[in-house]
């Protein structure tokens, strides 16, 4: 295997500078139509609740994970198409996705 074969481009006096590699479009997995909200337990006693199952592409999914945090009043984030929101928010988080016309079920124990 060359030097060639392993190499990615990132510069380039031809092409006037910088080269951006083109990043494929992720695509939300497969899910069976259900809304799951669990509990996860973060290290030092702090939890976070965790909706997967949400059929939306991702910058949906960004706009829907603000707005839920915003109605929770906490903070959280997007991560492989799940929407993580700091805190025992399930309850709040049911009844918002249940008014946006998600089927929702509460996962875990």
Do not use: H
């Not at 139509?33 to 939306?56: E, W």
């Not at 929101?85 to 079920?105: A, C, F, H, P, S």
């Amino acid at each position: 295997m060359g030097i060639e074969e392993r190499s990615t481009l990132v510069y380039s006096t031809a092409l006037g500078g910088r080269v951006k590699e083109e990043k494929p479009k992720a695509t939300p997995p497969k899910g069976d139509g259900v809304v799951r909200i669990q509990l996860k337990r973060l290290g030092g006693g702090k939890m976070a609740s965790v909706v997967t199952g949400v059929p939306l592409e991702e910058d949906e999914l960004k706009q829907l994970g603000r707005e839920l945090k915003q109605k929770c009043g906490v903070g959280g984030s997007v991560k492989d198409f799940n929407i993580e929101i700091q805190g025992d928010k399930r309850n709040v988080l049911k009844t918002e996705l249940e008014k946006r016309g998600y089927t929702v079920k509460l996962a875990g124990g």
